[in-house]
């Protein structure tokens, strides 16, 4: 069985492990001749979401350009074109949601063990659990 990873989504928080993530994505994109897609969900409380002018800041969205334009300027040294996107909300859901979504053609999730969150699980983070619980596509958890 071949499986093509063509599309491959990484979401990125600025932490550590989701650079370890990045680093794999770039490493398997390599190998498979794809792309990225690198994904800042920033997360907000439930009631600020559905706000018609958002929640983001300009601070908020200054790190969160920052992150993406450092992970593209990584991935492009390798030769590989990463497409960066931001987005207010839940960050495990919207993760989960932007993989499952077929107009995006996500192949594979590459996301790392534990983020920023503060929230903490015995063994996974709890944006990544989540999202290899409810993605439809496969996911490599990275430590």
Same mark, same amino acid.
């Given at each position: 069985? &071949?499986?093509? &990873? ?11 492990? %989701? ?7 770039? +490493?398997?994109?390599?190998? %498979? +001749?794809?792309?990225? &897609? ?12 559905? +706000? ?7 601070? %908020? ?5 920052? &992150? ?17 996107? !931001?987005? !207010? ?6 993760? !989960? ?15 790392? !063990? ?18 290899? +619980?409810? %993605? ?8």
């Amino acid at each position: 069985m &071949t499986v093509k &990873t063509k599309k491959i989504l990484v979401p990125l928080d600025g932490s550590k492990n %989701s650079i370890r993530g990045l680093d794999m994505a770039i +490493h398997i994109a390599r190998q %498979s +001749h794809g792309i990225i &897609t690198a994904l800042s969900v920033k997360s907000v409380p439930g009631i600020y979401a559905i +706000h018609p002018l958002g929640f983001l800041d300009f601070n %908020s969205m200054s790190e969160i350009k920052k &992150t993406l334009d450092e992970a593209k300027v990584r991935a492009a040294k390798k030769g590989i074109q990463l497409t960066g996107k !931001a987005i !207010a909300g839940d960050p495990g859901f919207d993760i !989960a949601k932007f993989a499952n979504n077929k107009k995006n053609g996500i192949d594979l999730v590459v996301i790392g !063990a534990r983020g920023r969150s503060s929230a903490k699980e015995l063994f996974l983070g709890s944006v990544s659990n989540y999202v290899l +619980h409810k %993605s439809k596509k496969p996911v490599l958890i990275v430590k």
